[in-house]
């Protein structure tokens, strides 16, 4: 097949799909006999990267596979396409979100212990419910509680392919121009770091 209609077909399969598409997704829309390497379809991928550079969407990498989608620099301009607003979440979903993140697996008691406040079944139904954490196993205490950790959907969401991607702390120790807080403790700078994440993800 000649690489501009693989590259043809790879972009338009993008586009379509609406969700990100791993390469065995992509190499699942050929015959076997026309069916191109891995390497060729990597290959086109990044090519159409670097075309994308000077548009208004980009190609990236999530968890789950490659996806197109709008640049955050234009993100703005594209929201009032539509009415409803994305949702705000508040400060304690996304300090649970945020310990859960960085200190998976985690009960619910110990995100509870490191605020110092309870998390409410509310918070918890969320996170679930968007599919941003699930139950991976269960403390093996009294009561056996339940341990949380992220999914491939929070990746995806936050534009991340692996947990690695998340900031380094270290780089967000000044929580204060994030959230507007005058405390910098561990837990603010993982709330900033996943406050700053949602505020880049289109």
């Known amino acids: 097949m000649a690489s501009p209609q693989l590259k043809q ?9 609406g969700g990100p598409l791993s ?12 069916r191109p390497e891995r390497g060729a379809l990597s290959e086109v ?5 670097s075309e994308y550079q000077s548009r208004g969407i980009e190609i990236v ?20 396409l ?20 960085y200190r998976q697996p985690v009960t619910r008691g110990e995100i509870e212990e490191i605020r110092g406040v309870a998390v409410s079944t509310t918070i ?3 996170l679930s419910e968007r599919e941003w954490v699930r139950v991976v196993g269960h403390r093996d205490v009294p009561g056996r509680p339940a341990l949380y950790a992220t999914t491939r959907t929070f990746l995806d969401y936050f534009g991340l392919r692996s947990l690695n991607d998340l900031p380094p702390l270290s780089q967000v120790r000044d929580p204060d121009s ?15 770091a996943v406050v700053s994440l949602s505020r880049n993800t289109p």
């Open 124 to 126: 918890i139904k969320t």
């Open 45 to 49: 991928l990044r090519e159409l990267a």
């Open 61 to 80: 990498e999530v968890a789950s596979g490659y996806r197109v989608q709008v640049r955050a620099s234009v993100a703005p301009w594209v929201a009032r």
């Open 82 to 101: 539509w009415e409803e607003k994305a949702p705000r979440y508040s400060r304690a979903l996304l300090e649970t979100l945020s310990l859960i993140a």
């Open 178 to 192: 994030v959230l507007g807080v005058a405390d910098q403790t561990d837990t603010d700078a993982q709330t900033s």
């Open 9 to 17: 077909i790879v972009e338009a399969a993008l586009i379509a799909a």
């Open 23 to 34: 390469l065995d997704r992509l190499l699942g829309l050929f015959d076997d006999e026309e």
